[in-house]
């Protein structure tokens, strides 16, 4: 399968591509700054493509399969909030050019709008609440479209081991963790993708709390 990555040059693009290249699937890299996509393999095209520049991602995702968005803003600077349903609805209209039917989505567990334990992570949720509505806005966009979509909602990433213990939940609820390793989210996605599951759902994935707590 040749899956276009959007977000190729980031850590969670970048675990995407390792495990996909695993697999044997071919890739194609999107990315603002291709260069910057840390791989050298003849099975990796890189190519330019901005998540508000519809012209850049319908061109990009010219040749491929399935799409797999991993859009995120870097820049707490940028006043652009509406970075998920803008670039979403650019990936769209590019899938819709190719007729490429497959999508899978990283959202986020902060776009689900639920209350949470503790003040630090309201106050953290308060003060990213634009970023993580439109995010919750893109949800809806993509789901309500007529491509078979996966939506994939990831707690707090880090660059640990694959442990495969996480759990999954579908629909708008919280899993019991906070946290998941991108090896395993890369894993998921994948096997998502290969076995054709999960179709048009909103899932949320994070290894369990240990002892609970």
């Known amino acids: ?27 194609i890299g999107i990315a603002r700054t291709p260069e910057k996509i ?27 399969d399935a799409v797999i968005t991993s859009i995120g803003k870097t820049n707490l600077r940028d006043k652009r ?5 803008a670039g979403h609805e650019n990936v769209l209209a590019g899938m819709r050019a190719h007729g490429i039917r497959r999508l899978i989505p990283i ?8 209350p949470r ?3 630090r992570r309201n106050i953290y949720l308060f003060l990213r609440r634009k970023y993580y509505s439109d995010m919750n806005d893109m949800e809806v966009q993509v789901l309500n479209s007529e491509f078979n979509v996966t939506v994939v909602r990831a707690p707090f990433l880090h660059n640990g081991p694959a442990l495969h213990t996480y759990e999954v939940v579908v629909g ?6 906070r946290a998941v390793s991108r090896k395993d989210l890369a894993d ?23 002892g609970g707590s």
Do not use: C
């Not at 909030?81 to 349903?85: G, I, P």
């Not at 708008?172 to 963790?177: A, T």
């Not at 599951?197 to 899932?203: A, D, E, I, K, R």
């Open 1 to 27: 399968m040749r899956v276009a990555i959007l977000g190729a040059a980031g850590k969670t693009g970048y675990q995407l591509i390792s495990n996909a290249l695993e697999r044997g699937h071919d890739i």
């Open 38 to 64: 840390a791989w050298d393999s003849p099975r990796v095209t890189k190519v330019k493509g901005d998540a508000f520049d519809r012209q850049s991602i319908v061109a990009a995702l010219a040749g491929a």
């Open 81 to 85: 909030f509406n970075l998920n349903t």
């Open 107 to 114: 959202s986020s567990i902060g776009a689900a709008k639920l």
């Open 117 to 119: 334990k503790g003040i």
């Open 172 to 177: 708008n609820v919280l899993p019991g963790g």
């Open 188 to 210: 998921f996605i994948l096997d998502t993708l290969e076995n054709d599951s999960y179709g048009q759902s909103l899932v949320s994935i994070a290894d369990p709390l240990v």
